[in-house]
């Protein structure tokens, strides 16, 4: 089966940086997913790297290394909002998803 | 309504009970996907439809059996479920089952069994 690996929780201070870790153990590589999931909510798409390097999107930023199987959720300049659970997913050989089991991240003031 | 809605977005019932979640997407999406998420667990994907016909299932138990009549509309009807299967029951769309879309979620059914 799919393995992919990120820490259970991270606290870190408003206005700060937080890197969640993910790395991943899969047949085949076709992409990966970072998904935001506030308590009670949805998840919500935040970025997509099928090619090695940084894809930045405002405050936040998500980088891959193929070659390692490792990718990285990086969040600045910390807001209370962005107190969440991030989820990591990466698309194997055939196109199915699998998802690590998240990262709660608390922002405190 | 936009987006990925589901209904109820919490339910109790009995082992004994037989239940129906509905899914719609108004998106205009052709791939539509059950998940389920545990506590403390990676999301779980239990069924795959795309253009409406089942293209995946994750040896879920035969209590568990969806339905797409359409590809707005995706139910899962729920008989004869066990404690264990408490859990959210998340509804996705994408725009289509393979290629690089993102798959969009929605706020998911709360389904408690006693």
């Known amino acids: 089966g799919q393995n992919i690996d990120q820490p259970t929780e991270m606290t870190a201070t408003e206005g700060a940086i937080v890197q969640i870790n993910c790395t991943y153990q899969t047949s085949g590589f076709n992409g990966l997913f970072w998904y935001q999931q506030h308590a009670g909510e949805a998840p919500t798409f935040l970025s997509y790297n099928v090619l090695d390097g940084l894809e930045e999107k405002g405050r936040f930023s998500s980088f891959l290394s193929r070659s390692k199987g490792y990718s990285y959720l990086l969040l600045k300049e910390l807001q209370m909002k962005d107190s969440a659970s991030y989820l990591c997913a990466v698309r194997d050989q055939d196109y199915k998803l699998s998802f690590g089991a998240g990262t709660t991240v608390t922002v405190r003031a | 309504e936009t987006g990925v809605t589901q209904t109820p977005r919490h339910l109790v019932m009995g082992m004994t009970n037989k239940k129906s979640l509905k899914c719609e997407q108004h998106?205009?999406?052709?791939?539509m996907y059950w998940y389920k998420q545990s506590a403390k667990k990676p999301l779980e994907l239990m069924f795959v439809?795309?253009?409406?016909?089942?293209?995946e299932n994750n040896s879920v138990p035969s209590r568990f059996s969806p339905e797409c009549p359409n590809s707005s509309h995706l139910f899962l009807h729920l008989h004869t479920l066990q404690p264990e299967d408490s859990a959210l029951y998340l509804c996705?769309?994408?725009?289509?089952?393979?290629?690089?879309?993102?798959?969009?979620f929605g706020p998911g059914t709360r389904l408690t069994v006693t």
């Open positions: 996705a769309s994408s725009q289509d089952e393979g290629g690089y879309y993102e798959q969009y």
């Open positions: 439809y795309s253009l409406e016909e089942r293209v």
């Open positions: 998106l205009g999406h052709n791939a």
